[in-house]
């Protein structure tokens, strides 16, 4: 099966950048659609951003003109770039994937931005 491993998180200050990598343990050509979600703490999990296999992508309104996803297949590796980042961007971020299968999810990565 497929894995999926986040890195990238980290301590950042309010107004700085992090980038957040997804790697994948096989190909990721033939998933239908990757992204990510986050969840701080007590509150519900929320959807971030998603990119799909023809490289269409959406984004949550809470995020959109700061965050870029993005993908390199010949790497198996989707990112998720974060810029302007507010200290309500505080939480876990999760990776997923989706083929025909099965659906895959990261371990998940912190990040924390301070004010």
């Known amino acids: 099966q497929v894995q999926l491993v986040e890195s990238g998180g980290g301590l950042v200050q309010a107004g700085g950048s992090l980038r957040l990598s997804c790697a994948a343990s096989?190909?990721?050509?033939?998933?239908?659609?990757m992204g990510w979600y986050r969840q701080a703490p007590g509150k519900e999990r929320e959807w971030v951003a998603r990119i799909t296999s023809g490289g269409s992508t959406n984004y949550a309104d809470s995020v959109k003109g700061r965050f870029t996803i993005s993908r390199d297949n010949a790497k198996n590796t989707m990112y998720l770039q974060m810029n302007s980042l507010k200290p309500e961007d505080t939480a876990v971020y999760s990776c997923y994937a989706h083929d025909y299968e099965d659906d895959y999810w990261g371990q998940g990565t912190q990040v924390t931005v301070s004010s």
């Open positions: 096989g190909s990721i050509f033939s998933m239908n659609a």
